[in-house]
């Protein structure tokens, strides 16, 4: 090992080997340092390698003009003749790293920056300058780029959010913020960072190394001031003079501890309550204040002492945490007119550290003044039980009921039955004494209990109705006789023998006697001696019916009728008779009916399958002609209804004499009588549209205006037709009559009077009565007189 520091080298032993090795000093100066160091490796009995390196270094972020030197190559080969060449490849190279193919030496011609590529690997090699072919093997190194400060520390988690409970010690840990730096950890203390605080101080503080913002003061008080905001600065270069620094703000919220107890606004209050108030009403709200907030503010409050513990109730609201103060029974402003509480409100939980700070509770006193209101009268009792038996006759009466005026006025009351809880009128209640009675006979067994509202009015206000309920309950009276229990079908079998059972029999009674029912079972008195069937009272209200004898046959009687009397053991008792019908039929085997006396009656007869066909048409054919015959009269009764078109027009027609007025008229006459049959019996007159007032009338009309009594008598007589026309439908309906009037006013315009007539008459104004005068205008409307023709 060789190091040219010196006039004489200095040689190692070392490993058998030889690598001459040329490293220059770091330099910021593009040309060749001034002093390198040479590194040779001898060895016995080795080839010599001619050139080997490894590494080179260069700053990162030179901001030089020229291009940076890097480093020098050099080849024991190159004798300085000219002859080799060096070539450079690799990550960068031509690019980024250049070399002088003669010189050896490599400059890097761009700024470079460790963050983004901290080391480049290239490979070099010297050649001969006319062959191009190598002189030595190729070789590999790598140029290190060295670290400088130029990045500052940054907090990519920040901006950073904390919660810590308010009154928290000194050196609560609150959060960690954390900054990185991107410079080389390994190189200098370009990357070493430590915390400072600059906003937030004296609340909070910060570890300078591990970034731990922590209390400062003791009893910070979140409903003094709830949130804080902290600079936090990491500066590298261990916080020394020209490192550079980054910075993130902390947000700071105190949470709520129960800290704060409860306490009430005032000492007293004062409330109005009517007294009408139903129960479960809140009269009330009172409300105990807490600075906390949540479930440290929850209340509870209770009523502690007063003259109201049953009458009334305090809970909080859930959503206000209110005292809601409710009533639990009826107020009565005659019997106390105030009531006083003293109500206690607390929180609900507790924090054992603050109760230093004082009890968590706190009282106030409530006032609550009855008002007095108009009240509707009020029953003695407002659901009342009555009984009435079922065989009371009308106008029994069944109870009394009572209700007062609890308003000092003491209004006298009048009783009334809610009729819509006693639709069929089945009592009645005297207004003055309210005395129940039977209006209608009563029937258990229709309606056992009647549950009637009776209604309480004061004579001096009627709009105050008291409202209570009567349950009057009918009791039963043995008035309904037993009765076979289902509609039997008893059949008996050809081959049935004596004393067998052929029907077990029950009752059912509708009247509900107190020790129950008893049935007695037993055969008339007719058809005690037959010979047939017998009767068997089981003495549990069932009767068993048994043959006398054997030998039925359906070819002699098919059919038997057996009368069985019911009693029951009412006082008085009553009895009904029933009639059993026993069918005689054809039995398998096993007892089981397969074909009975109605059916060997029928195939009796001789009806064949034609003639059941044949009845079933008749009996159609008589419903065609029955709903035929119906149709008809159904047809013939709406006939009146529809005019012809004879009698319409004799009907709309009376007398056409009237000339009118033209198209335009439309007010010849007064169309008021047609629309009202009751206006005034007078004569009127209107004006013509055709006629212009101011313009002078050509004839004098001796004739009076129509009369429009004969509409009305033509409208009553049609009325009235109608009225009593037996075959109108028993609704209402539209009949139009059109009448034209009787006479034209105006009389005639006829040419023969205009010859009689010596005056000048002037006709000039015709030209201003429209087109439809306009002939007659260019006739006689400049000249000195004429005959008047109007067609």
């Not at 000092?408 to 005297?430: A, G, M």
Request: glycine share 6%; hydrophobic share 35%; aromatic share 8%.
């Amino acid at each position: 090992l060789s190091f040219s520091l010196s006039p004489s080298p200095l040689f190692l032993p070392l490993p058998p080997s030889f690598l001459p090795l040329h490293f220059p000093l770091p330099s910021l100066s593009p040309s060749p340092p001034p002093l390198s160091f040479s590194f040779f490796l001898i060895g016995s009995n080795y080839q010599l390698r001619s050139w080997v390196w490894n590494q080179f270094f260069v700053l990162e972020e030179y901001m030089g003009d020229e291009p940076l030197y890097v480093g020098k190559l050099h080849s024991d080969v190159d004798k300085g003749e000219g002859q080799v060449k060096y070539v450079l490849n690799g990550e960068g190279a031509t690019s980024i790293f250049t070399i002088d193919e003669n010189t050896g030496d490599i400059h890097a011609t761009k700024r470079l920056d460790r963050e983004e590529q901290p080391y480049y690997t290239l490979r070099a090699q010297a050649r001969h300058r006319h062959t191009n072919l190598p002189v030595e093997p190729e070789s590999e190194f790598v140029i290190k780029v060295q670290d400088i400060n130029d990045n500052e520390p940054k907090f990519l988690d920040g901006p950073y959010s904390a919660r810590v409970p308010e009154m928290s010690p000194v050196g609560t840990s609150v959060v960690t913020v954390v900054a990185t730096d991107a410079d080389d950890p390994t190189y200098g203390n370009s990357a070493r960072v430590v915390y400072s605080i600059l906003e937030g101080q004296p609340y909070f503080s910060v570890e300078p190394r591990t970034g731990v913002v922590r209390t400062a003061l003791p009893n910070m008080d979140r409903e003094a001031r709830e949130q804080y905001l902290l600079v936090i600065q990491a500066k590298d270069m261990v916080g020394q003079m020209g490192g550079l620094s980054g910075t993130t703000s902390v947000t700071v919220t105190l949470t709520d501890v129960n800290d704060n107890p409860p306490h009430f606004s005032r000492k007293s209050y004062q409330f109005s309550v009517p007294e009408s108030l139903p129960v479960a009403t809140t009269v009330a709200k009172v409300k105990a204040l807490d600075s906390d907030v949540g479930p440290n503010a929850e209340m509870e409050y209770r009523i502690v002492d007063g003259d109201g513990l049953g009458l009334f109730r305090i809970t909080p609201d859930p959503d206000t945490q209110e005292g809601l103060i409710t009533l639990q029974k009826g107020l009565d402003f005659e019997t106390k007119s105030s009531y006083t509480l003293r109500v206690e409100a607390s929180n609900r939980n507790i924090d054992l550290r603050f109760l230093s700070l004082g009890p968590f509770s706190d009282t106030a006193t409530v006032r609550l003044n009855v008002q007095n209101v108009d009240e509707p009268p009020v029953f003695s009792s407002p659901f009342s039980k009555m009984v009435i038996s079922e065989e009371a006759t009308v106008g029994t009466t069944i109870g009394t009921i009572f209700a007062h005026d609890p308003d000092s006025t003491n209004s006298p009351i009048r009783y009334s039955i809610d009729r819509n809880t006693d639709l069929e009128r089945f009592f009645n209640i005297d207004a003055t004494t309210g005395v129940i009675s039977t209006a209608k006979p009563l029937d258990r067994e229709v309606n056992a209990v009647h549950n009637i509202t009776i209604f309480a009015t004061e004579i001096l206000d009627p709009l105050q109705v008291g409202k209570g309920v009567v349950l009057i309950t009918v009791t039963d009276i043995n008035d309904n006789a037993p009765v076979f229990a289902i509609e039997y079908e008893t059949y008996l079998c050809e081959s049935a023998r004596p004393g067998q059972v052929i029907e077990t029999i029950s009752a059912v009674d509708r009247d509900q006697p107190q020790s129950g029912h008893r049935f007695f079972f037993s055969l008339t008195a007719e058809a005690a001696g037959n010979l047939n069937f017998t009767l068997r009272d089981n003495k549990d209200n069932t009767a068993s019916v048994l043959t006398k004898r054997g030998g039925f046959q359906r070819r002699h009687q098919n059919v038997y009728r057996l009368p069985v009397l019911i009693m029951d053991n009412g006082s008085p008792a009553l009895s009904s008779t029933n009639t059993l019908s026993i069918r005689v039929c054809d039995c398998d085997p096993d007892g089981i009916p397969q074909s009975c006396g109605s059916e060997n009656s029928m195939l009796s007869a001789g009806l064949s399958t034609g003639a059941l066909i044949a009845i079933l048409a008749c009996i159609l054919t008589l419903l065609v002609l029955v709903l035929l015959i119906i149709t008809m009269q159904r047809r013939r009764k709406k006939e009146p209804l529809i005019l012809d078109e004879e009698r319409d027009v004799r009907e709309n027609i009376v007398r056409y004499d009237d000339e009118g007025g033209g198209e335009e008229d439309t007010e010849a006459f007064d169309m008021v009588a047609l629309r009202n049959l009751n206006v005034v019996r007078e004569s009127g007159s209107k004006n013509r549209r055709d006629v212009t007032p101011e313009v002078p009338t050509l004839f004098s009309s001796s004739r009076p205006p129509p009369d429009n009594g004969i509409f009305r008598e033509f409208i009553w007589d049609r009325l009235k037709e109608a009225d009593v026309d037996l075959s109108a439908p028993p609704y209402d309906s539209l009949q139009t009559y059109a009448f034209e009037g009787s006479g034209s006013a105006a009389e005639s315009l006829s040419s023969l009077d205009s010859l009689s007539m010596d005056s000048e008459q002037n006709y000039d104004y015709l030209s201003d009565w429209g087109p439809r005068f306009k002939k007659l205008a260019d006739l006689y409307g400049h000249s000195d007189g004429g005959n008047l023709f109007v067609s």
